[in-house]
């Protein structure tokens, strides 16, 4: 976005920056790296679960402003494979919000009609937290206006290993050979087979890399980057997150037609 543009942005209300977005142009798919919970903390002198605990508002928000919009799945990285190697304190705080989130929001998530569902390496979670997203996968199952996936103990290779290791088996079972393995096949071997890819991907706190998030899935997703903590990331910076990722999408189509005969 050029200086102008991005400044003229700035001066508009939340109201005024809804109506700018292109119904028909916005994403199927908004992956986010929820990232900067510490130190939103750290800079009020706050211990940093109260970082997460205020990450989890805006958690909140996004399935709230999705749903109002029409985007059918978010897809959220909540705790990352390194994420074990955090002092044991900060980790049992964070599955104890995890299932706070769970026990209270289950109700809510139904109402809206939004399906939850995980991905990760799930067993290494402790047995009461892996006891409600289970419970919250299952009473979600039905619904379907909103695909919301909670990454955790989730890392983009080891999907990869996980997916590598299956294609194996069938192999071994005599029921796949090397010229049956294309892109369409290792997909459905993902955690995500039946999800769309993600046609954004935003990470909060000034952050600019992946982190081994959906590493296949982000082969052709427009990234945005953010300075905003993710506990401040709320209505307002996601509409201007989609407003650029609209941008984007507009120019691209600009850049076509120059060159068409
Ligand atoms: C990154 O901030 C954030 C996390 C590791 C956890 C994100 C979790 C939540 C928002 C709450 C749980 C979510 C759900 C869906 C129930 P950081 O701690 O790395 O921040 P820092 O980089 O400033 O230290």
Known sequence: ????????????????????????????????????????????????????????????????VCLELGIHALTVYAFSQENWNRPIQEISSLMGLLEYYLSTERAKLIEQGVRLRTIGRLDSLPASALQWVRAAEQETAHLDRLHLTVALSYGGRAEIVDAVRELLQEAEDGKLQPDDVDEARIQQYLYTHDLPDPDLLIRTSGETRISNFLLWQV???????TPTLWPDFRRRELLLALLEYQRRERRFGRVLSTISP
């Open 1 to 64: 976005m050029d200086t102008k543009d991005s400044s003229a942005v700035d001066q508009l209300s939340v109201e005024e920056l809804a109506a700018k977005l292109e119904p028909d142009l916005l994403p199927k798919h908004v992956a986010i790296i929820m990232d900067g919970n510490g130190r939103w903390a750290e800079l009020r002198s706050l211990p940093r679960i109260a970082g997460h605990r205020e990450g989890i508002k805006s958690v909140r928000e996004m399935i709230t």
């Open 219 to 225: 082969a052709y997703t427009e990234l945005y980057f």
